[in-house]
């Protein structure tokens, strides 16, 4: 934690690299699902990895930022590593960074250190497989050391431009610099120039390409009680009556896209095509996203969400308007300084009754006061609440939201940021192990 944060970024390859080398390459060890995109990443990363499992593979999941705890991100088995195995995985690496770290090119930051230990652990596991979560962008990201078998693209939208190109064309190509020669890319339903240059990325590469919507796709979507009931039109096959225990149309698209992902995986090895539809069911019937549309508490209902991006939180406006039926609901939101503050507030507008403006736990949290001034422009200052720790922000809410006194129709929505989500589900949930 005393190096570079994430948040700041270096574009370059050559720390992860230099390091990766010391240690003898772990990341040729393992067959690679890579994954990038704008939303959806860490939860479409979690039904490939209980996909891959479902068919008897060893898993390794890296995935970013955690919610409660570093251990989330280095997952073996569907299991994040024990505290034991995480220092023993530091310790092993510690000399070889500070090698690279004395080779001149800089020092390893917080994520290249982390992407380099998670890789070791696959490979000393050793697992089969590693679903790898891109953490920003793709081309020049930590974790783009690897020639995956099946590079995924999830729906992209405008975001980080503090790093990134702010056109969905620039992030697109960006994005796209994790599909390499031989691989499939499997793409989500994307903006049409977002796709063009897509395609445009898989086509100089070589790579078979798997588009949402025309080789692959949702067929039809239901609500049920805890999720709902979806068809899938796979690569290989038809899927019928998968429950998913997670609410939205954007989670049922992210549940397509996972089932092309390990089809197009399956082809691609030595493992025979196509799935077995009952074991697609039994797998994704089991799928969690913490943090991601989550009840963290009920009576009144109280939902944990990590939307952080403009396009992230209409798909939690209208997941919240499908699958809940508040008579009165108020938000909570922190969101952090660097974000498009109006654009994330917009979509949340129709849908709340009275909105709490916080701060979370990172020092990159908006001010309250900055927020506040932000949502009163959006909401009007009648509907604008404030306060100054999300403790006191949560308690304000649930008290807003019971003033109606209707029994089991008052809900809370706390939301603007994975810490923000993250915090909530600290707070009511108890610390993570």
């Not at 005393?2 to 990766?20: C, F, G, H, V």
């Not at 997952?75 to 023993?88: A, C, K, L, Q, T």
Request: charged letters at 25%; one cysteine or more.
């Amino acid at each position: 934690m005393s190096r570079t944060p994430e948040s700041e970024i270096d574009p370059r390859l050559d720390r992860i690299r230099t390091l990766l080398d010391l240690l003898g390459e772990p990341q040729r060890g393992f067959r690679v699902v890579h994954v990038t995109g704008t939303n959806g990443k860490t939860s479409t990363a979690r039904m490939i990895d209980a996909l891959l499992r479902a068919r008897g593979l060893r898993v390794g999941r890296y995935t970013s930022p955690h919610l409660r705890t570093v251990r989330e991100r280095i997952v073996v088995d569907g299991e994040p590593v024990s505290r034991e195995r995480f220092v023993e995985a530091y310790d092993d690496i510690r000399p070889y960074v500070e090698m690279a770290d004395a080779a001149g090119e800089g020092r390893l930051s917080f994520f290249e250190l982390l992407t380099a230990m998670a890789y070791a652990v696959f490979a000393d596991t050793p697992v089969d497989v590693a679903v790898v979560e891109v953490g920003m962008g793709g081309r020049w990201d930590a974790t783009n050391v690897v020639d995956a078998d099946v590079a995924v693209v999830t729906p992209i939208s405008i975001d980080h431009t503090e790093y990134l190109p702010d056109t969905v064309e620039g992030i697109a190509e960006e994005k796209g610099g994790i599909i390499k020669p031989g691989s499939v890319a499997v793409l989500a339903q994307q903006p049409l120039p977002a796709a063009e240059v897509l395609m445009r990325c898989a086509s100089e590469t070589g790579a078979r390409v798997a588009r949402e919507g025309l080789e692959f796709g949702v067929t039809s979507r239901d609500v049920a009680v805890g999720g709902q009931q979806i068809a899938v039109k796979g690569l290989t096959n038809g899927y019928e009556r998968l429950f998913l225990p997670l609410f939205g149309a954007h989670q049922a698209g992210n549940a397509a896209v996972a089932i092309a992902a390990v089809e197009a995986f399956a082809s691609a090895g030595e493992d025979g095509e196509g799935l077995d539809p009952a074991m697609v069911g039994e797998a994704l019937s089991e799928v969690a996203a913490p943090g991601r549309m989550e009840v963290v508490r009920t009576s009144p209902t109280v939902v944990a969400d990590a939307a952080h991006n403009p396009a992230g939180m209409a798909a939690t406006a209208s997941a919240v308007e499908e699958s809940f039926g508040f008579s009165r609901l108020v938000g909570v939101v922190a969101i952090m300084a660097d974000k498009d503050v109006e654009g994330i507030l917009e979509p949340l507008e129709p849908l709340l009754d009275d909105i709490v403006v916080t701060r979370n736990s990172s020092p990159r949290s908006l001010e309250p006061a900055r927020l506040a001034s932000l949502a009163e422009e959006v909401f009007g200052r009648d509907r604008v609440h404030t306060a100054p720790r999300l403790d006191d922000a949560i308690d304000r809410a649930i008290g807003l939201a019971e003033e109606t006194g209707e029994f089991g129709g008052a809900g809370v929505l706390v939301t603007g940021s994975v810490v923000t989500a993250g915090d909530a589900v600290h707070l009511l949930r108890g610390p993570g192990e």
